[in-house]
T-cell receptor, first 113, second 116 residues
Framework: QKEVEQNSGPLSVPEGAIASLNCTYS??????FFWYRQYSGKSPELIMS????GDKEDGRFTAQLNKASQYVSLLIRDSQPSDSATYLC?????????????FGKGTHLIIQP | DAGVIQSPRHEVTEMGQEVTLRCKPI?????LFWYRQTMMRGLELLIY????????DSGMPEDRFSAKMPNASFSTLKIQPSEPRDSAVYFC??????????????FGPGTRLTVL
């Protein structure tokens, strides 16, 4: 059975600093990796996807993937109070739109003004 | 676009009662997913459909749970009989492999179910 592990936090980061979120997964067959953001009482929202080893940058967000170590991370630069949320790591064997996602339990991030 | 629509948004019921959750996916999307979120277990996939056909129902916890998709614009998740441990937020999500954003599942607002 696939497992996705995340530190539940809370992770507290000062405003303007870099927030680093980590995730490990158990299934070596996983092909697609995602970071979702979920505000309290709201639904998850996709913020980053990554499929190949290395880094992928989108604005203030950088996703990093290391398949050999079965490790995915998300860096948030210039953290803002609005980034305070729970960040969910998810994996799937296929493209994320065509397969069910296996989620970690999430890391609660707090950006301190 | 209206996004994924779920109803009801909140449901409180007594143990043993039947509960039906409803979902309308984004128009044109051909994948529909049902997830359940609890503090203890996190966000779990229950079942998903492609073109109205169930593809993977291995996450459905037991026979008390059933899901249908009679057409491209409507799906139901039914729990009969309901139990207190079914209390959770149930999310519906949809996606499409056509056009851009093929890796994105769009989540509805969720239904918060409380079984007393």
């Amino acid at each position: 059975q696939k497992e996705v592990e995340q530190n539940s936090g809370p992770l507290s980061v000062p405003e303007g600093a870099i927030a680093s979120l980590n995730c490990t997964y158990s299934d070596r067959g996983s092909q697609s990796f995602f970071w979702y953001r979920q505000y309290s009482g709201k639904s998850p929202e996709l913020i980053m996807s990554i499929y190949s080893n290395g880094d992928k940058e989108d604005g203030r967000f950088t996703a990093q993937l290391n398949k050999a170590s079965q490790y995915v991370s998300l860096l948030i630069r210039d953290s803002q109070p609005s980034d305070s949320a729970t960040y969910l790591c998810a994996v799937t064997d296929l493209g994320g739109g065509a397969d069910g996602l296996t989620f970690g339990k999430g890391t609660h991030l707090i950006i301190q003004p | 676009d209206a996004g994924v629509i779920q109803s009801p948004r909140h449901e409180v019921t007594e143990m043993g009662q039947e509960v039906t959750l409803r979902c309308k996916p984004i128009s044109g999307h051909d994948y529909l997913f049902w997830y359940r979120q609890t503090m203890m277990r996190g966000l779990e996939l229950l079942i998903y459909f492609n073109n109205n056909v169930p593809i993977d129902d291995s996450g459905m916890p037991e026979d008390r749970f059933s899901a249908k998709m009679p057409n491209a614009s409507f799906s139901t998740l039914k729990i009969q009989p309901s139990e207190p441990r079914d209390s959770a937020v149930y999310f519906c999500a949809s996606s499409s492999l056509a056009g851009g954003q093929t890796d994105t599942q769009y989540f509805g607002p969720g239904t918060r179910l409380t079984v007393l």
